[in-house]
């Protein structure tokens, strides 16, 4: 994987050699052991075992036994990229085309640890006693967006991060299997869908938003009252809806990055 460079004062080899060991974790390789990272990137074992725990001490891998993954925080290195160029500018027009087809709030967002962190918002009504804006950071685990960007995670990881309940105390052992259970069915089929668990009245549907490699860039949502609508609407045309919003987005980040390489992924998604 390493490619031929120009040497010089200002290159920095250690630097590039962690470059190259995060890019050997695409969809295809989501885990790896030591042996396998080192033949990926044609890098030694002790390399690529210090750029590993280099990783995992700054938050954007992670260990399982012998196997490495990278984490949701690596997703900050390529959204400072998308920021330079605006990412509320690639999201926001999708999100306002599907408020105003579904009359309802919408949302994008990211995971940061166990936070769904808002990233696009465009508002009709105020449905949560909380404000909610661009910035806000929600308990992951109970929210639409956040299960749809938990379930995309090595079970071990999502099992960790729902341990912790939106007070910060240990989630209880019944709710915590509860969650656990929520997140099979967004793996099942490709959707989440929170009924009045965060908020009463609150009802949302999310879904994810693949990169062009494969890997999860972000989840949108619907968010609406339980008062006026129900679960088969919600799980009917307005998932629908919400669905070819995400294809759109994902198109307009291909046309960013470059080609796609996410078919397998997006079939198993349902």
């Known amino acids: 994987m390493t490619e031929p460079r120009e040497p ?5 080899q250690a630097l590039a050699r962690g470059l190259d060991v995060i890019r050997a974790f695409d ?3 989501p885990r790896g052991t030591l042996s396998d990272v080192a033949r990926r990137t044609g890098l030694s074992r002790a390399t690529v075992r210090r750029s590993l725990k280099t990783l995992v001490g700054m938050g954007y891998a992670t260990q399982y036994d012998d196997q490495y993954a990278l984490t949701p925080r690596v997703l900050e290195l390529g959204f400072s990229y998308l920021s330079s160029l605006g990412l509320s ?6 999100l306002r085309a599907l408020s105003a087809e579904v009359g309802e709030s919408v949302n994008a967002g990211i995971l940061d640890a166990d936070r769904v962190v808002y990233v696009a918002r465009v508002s009709t009504r105020r449905l949560m006693r909380i404000h909610v804006s661009v910035g806000t950071r929600l308990p992951a685990a109970w929210t639409s967006m956040g ?9 071990d990881e999502a099992s960790r991060l729902i341990a912790v309940g939106p007070d910060g105390q240990p989630t209880p052992v019944a709710a915590a299997a509860r969650v656990e259970r929520a997140l099979e069915r967004v793996r099942r089929d490709g959707y989440a869908l929170v009924d009045q668990e965060l908020e009463p009245g609150l009802r949302s549907i999310a879904v994810p938003v693949l990169a062009p490699d494969g890997t999860l860039a972000c989840a949108v949502n619907v968010a609406t009252s339980a008062a006026t609508t129900d679960r088969r609407l919600l799980e009917g045309p307005i998932l629908a809806a919400l669905r070819r919003t995400a294809t759109q987005v994902e198109t307009d980040l291909d046309s960013i990055a470059g080609p796609p390489a996410r078919s397998a992924q997006r079939g198993e998604a349902g």
Do not use: I, K, M, Q
């Open 8 to 12: 010089g004062d200002e290159f920095v």
């Open 89 to 94: 500018e690639v999201v926001e027009p999708h």
């Open 147 to 155: 299960r749809t960007l938990l379930a995309a995670l090595p079970p």
């Open 27 to 29: 969809a295809s390789h």
